[in-house]
């Protein structure tokens, strides 16, 4: 028997695939962790998103109820303003069909008939970010209702004050030619000729008065109720067909606001709210 000794050469190593293996193993790893830091930033980012929606949401109820309401003050304010002059007119007419029956010669003051607020009213004011709220809302006649309603607002109430301390003044010098009127609640005055040039110049002061304050009122109630209502369409169009809001409108009617638009009502005629 002959023993043959045979040599085989090593098996050469893999040291392409052991490169690709390797590399597949760390590209895994390097496209995991691009992953991971996608899904991280994309979810971060959502988060991110809806926590800036909610806190821009919560800011945007707080702007739309600040102001509302302000104007809801200035409306109810200036609708009063405006009813007592109204009353006051009224009363002067009264008057001076009274006097023609009595043969007397009428004085037309307006400001003999209106009555001093006791107190003072209250001062307001819009800040820029209340006003440009009204202004996103589309309606460029409410934004530039807002842009000096408050300043109007305060010169009424100045208007007032002034009124106030003359009127406390002329009766402080003319009380003793004055009668007390039970019926209306005023001091009625007879004058001479000469005692009336004597208070005309209080007179003609506080007339003016009076009929600025007449005259700023009513523009003032109007642009108040046409701003709350700009205000009430945008609410209405934004939150969605659940909403319905009332309004009362200088005429006495009722306004219906809803995302279909702006319906009015005579008192007693208004629909149920929506409910569901």
């Known amino acids: 028997m002959v023993a043959v000794t045979v040599q085989v050469p090593p098996e050469p190593n893999d040291y392409a695939g052991m490169a690709i293996n390797g590399g597949i193993g760390v590209m895994g790893g390097v496209i995991g962790a691009l992953v991971g830091a996608w899904a991280a930033y994309h979810f971060g980012l959502k988060a991110s998103r809806e926590a800036i929606n909610r806190a821009e949401s919560a800011r945007d109820r707080q702007l739309r109820f600040s102001v509302v309401q302000k104007l809801n003050k200035i409306y109810s304010a200036q609708k009063e303003i405006r009813i007592t002059c109204d009353e006051a007119v009224h009363r002067l007419a009264a008057a001076k069909e009274k006097a023609a029956r009595e043969g007397l010669n009428f004085l037309d003051h307006l400001s003999m008939e209106l009555r001093p607020f006791a107190t003072s009213l209250i001062r307001l004011s819009f800040s820029p970010d209340e006003v440009a709220k009204v202004g996103k809302g589309g309606d460029l006649e409410a934004l530039a209702i807002m842009m000096m309603l408050d300043d109007r607002h305060n010169t009424t109430a100045a208007l007032l004050d002034e009124f106030r301390g003359l009127k406390a003044e002329f009766e402080a010098v003319a009380h003793r030619d004055g009668e007390f009127d039970p019926n209306r609640g005023y001091m009625q005055f007879r004058w001479s000729p000469e005692e009336y040039a004597k208070y005309r110049p209080y007179l003609f002061k506080m007339d003016s008065l009076t009929t600025a304050i007449h005259k700023h009122s009513a523009l003032d109630e109007q642009d108040a109720y046409k701003a709350t209502l700009a205000?009430?369409?945008?609410?209405?169009?934004?939150?969605?067909?659940?909403?319905?809001?009332?309004?009362?409108a200088p005429d006495g009617r009722i306004a219906r606001v809803t995302p279909g638009g702006v319906e009015l009502f005579n008192a007693g005629e208004v629909p149920p709210l929506v409910t569901s």
């Open 231 to 248: 205000v009430a369409k945008a609410t209405a169009k934004a939150d969605g067909p659940k909403v319905d809001i009332r309004i009362t």
